[in-house]
């Protein structure tokens, strides 16, 4: 029989204590199944659970219809967003779970290259502005992947409910900051998108996200419409840095990344640049936009590129659009600090990728195969709380993840 910590109950009366889940005996049972996931976060349900008997209920609590994932993660959202006066990051991202094929669960949506089945997890990551330090999931939004209609034209497209929707769905959940606070989510390519934008105002929050299109319309200062690409051309370099790269070998597309060659370690010299602009309303609108005054939003960009990368070598460019002004290369630096903080929520999600094998462990298949389904969302929700805990270790005992090798090493301007 395995024990648990008098530090976990604390916690987990802290996080889950207040679920409504209609039955004070439900959340007191959710309560000490939290208690156990958190001695053992990286191992499967079966493993957490100190016997057959216990993981049969955690399987029975799921399965009811008042356990849903926002009666069991909510309480701790809400806890993450009161926040004392400061700035704060909120980083956003989706990531895919797939519990696979051949469970053959129903309800959940194609997942990869339509080789999995799963559910899309678009989740927002609640970190310090200037420190490494998290509070934990803002908000959290699961979504299940529906075949888009074959022939559609961009009125018929935006019209129905898209995946990049997604954005905007979890910016309204987390909310308008509380008094003295301010919010910065952080997003990447996926972000980069007018309503996204709209979002943020409507929750009077700030942003800073990555460009996908360097092709896109942007009203430049004197009043012309340009392509952004242009703009940046324009602009005089603030200041300098070096980065130093990891080598790394051959990577496969993946999601929004391209394929990339294997590279050998170098430092890279980087050129940074900022200047002001606008957005304008895009002429196609979704109901949506069509609600909003048609305004273009005004933002600053800073745009980071490497000068003369080795041959072959695909040179290090972030090109980052943020409401947050800036005139200075000081300013410029800051933003940027904001952007690699994304590498906490990428690990948060990697974390959740080693859990496809939640239900392995071998005994699963003698709980009954309905419990396991209703299951699916609950468990990951369970165990985005434990992270928490795991993230902040990582932080603590400077496990470095690649993302982080990405650190400046001097500057100047
Ligand atoms: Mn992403």
Not at 82 to 101: H, K, M, N, S, W
Not at 128 to 140: R, V, Y
Request: net charge positive; glycine share 8%; aromatic share 8%.
């Amino acid at each position: 029989m395995m024990t648990v910590s008098m530090d976990a109950q604390v916690w987990a009366k802290e996080q889950f204590g207040s679920c409504d889940l209609k039955d004070q005996r439900r959340t007191n049972r959710l309560v000490g199944l939290a208690a156990s996931v958190l001695c053992n976060p990286a191992g499967s349900l079966p493993e957490q659970m100190a016997d057959m008997a216990i993981l049969r209920a955690a399987y029975r609590l799921f399965a009811r219809d008042r356990v849903t994932f926002e009666a069991i993660a909510g309480p701790h959202w809400e806890l993450t967003r009161q926040r004392a006066p400061g700035t704060y990051l909120v980083l956003d991202d989706t990531t895919e779970l797939d519990f696979g094929i051949r469970r053959g669960i129903p309800g959940m949506g194609k997942t990869g290259n339509g080789g999995g089945l799963g559910f899309l997890l678009h989740s927002a990551l609640m970190v310090g502005a200037d420190s490494e330090e998290i509070f934990g999931l803002a908000g959290q939004k699961i979504r299940y992947r529906k075949p888009t209609p074959k022939k559609e034209n961009t009125t018929q497209r935006l019209k129905r409910d898209r995946e990049s929707e997604l954005w905007g769905q979890v910016i309204d959940l987390v909310g308008q900051p509380p008094e003295g606070v301010r919010w910065v989510h952080v997003m990447d390519r996926g972000a980069d998108n007018f309503e996204v934008y709209c979002h943020c105002r409507e929750q009077q929050s700030d942003w800073v996200v990555r460009v996908t299109q360097k092709t896109r319309k942007v009203i430049v200062p004197d009043g012309t419409t340009m392509a952004l690409s242009k703009y940046l051309d324009t602009l005089p370099v603030a200041g300098t840095y070096d980065l130093q790269l990891r080598a790394h070998g051959p990577q496969p597309a993946r999601g929004h990344q391209k394929k990339r060659e294997a590279q050998p370690a170098r430092t890279a010299k980087l050129e940074v640049r900022f200047g002001r602009l606008q957005v304008p309303f895009p002429t196609q609108q979704s109901p949506y936009l069509k609600r909003l005054s048609s305004v273009p939003i005004a933002m600053w960009v800073v745009h980071v590129v490497e000068v003369d990368p080795p041959k072959g070598a695909e040179p290090v460019e972030w090109i980052l659009l943020t409401s947050l002004p800036v005139d200075s290369f000081e300013d410029a630096w800051r933003i940027l600090t904001y952007y690699e903080k994304r590498w906490l929520i990428e690990v948060c999600h990697a974390d959740y990728g080693e859990k496809d094998n939640l239900y392995r462990g071998g005994r699963w298949a003698y709980i009954s195969r309905t419990c396991v389904i209703e299951a699916g969302p609950l468990v990951p929700a369970v165990q985005a709380l434990g992270f928490r805990r795991k993230l902040m270790r990582y932080v603590r005992e400077d496990v470095v993840p690649p993302r982080a090798q990405r650190e400046p090493i001097s500057a100047s301007c």
